[in-house]
């Protein structure tokens, strides 16, 4: 079994798809309901956010650390080691939020998707 390319010449023209989607091309579909920009510009900046408070909360542990041991510990140091245990961190603490964002793209790209298939279609002439 071989797969057609997703490229619109190779896509059946659905008459009926192109009705059901929203006019507004800010909004996406997903299986739970509408996903705007906006939702998920929020949500990738509270995942970001997040993320750089963990790196900063692991450094400001890993410096006080090695103050109680008696040691100055370089904030680079720190900084390095803080992003290096956030990482792997991050995506077990904020996994809910990931899966968010993960799913908003998704639903926006295919929602982009599907606006330019609709704009092919006009510009050959196909009715809707």
Do not use: C
């Amino acid at each position: 079994m071989s797969k057609l390319p997703e490229h619109p010449e190779n896509q059946p023209s659905s008459p009926d798809l192109a009705k059901s989607r929203p006019a507004n091309s800010e909004q996406a579909i997903t299986s739970a309901g509408v996903v705007t920009k906006g939702q998920l510009v929020r949500d990738v900046v509270l995942y970001s956010v997040a993320r750089l408070l963990l790196v900063v909360v692991i450094g400001g542990i890993i410096i006080g650390g090695g103050k109680l041991a008696g040691t100055e510990v370089p904030l680079l140091v720190a900084a390095l080691f803080a992003v290096l245990i956030a990482l792997p961190l991050s995506l077990a603490l904020f996994g809910k939020l990931r899966k968010r964002v993960n799913l908003g793209i998704a639903a926006v790209d295919a929602q982009r998707r599907a606006d330019r298939d609709d704009l092919r279609a006009k510009l050959r002439g196909d009715q809707r």
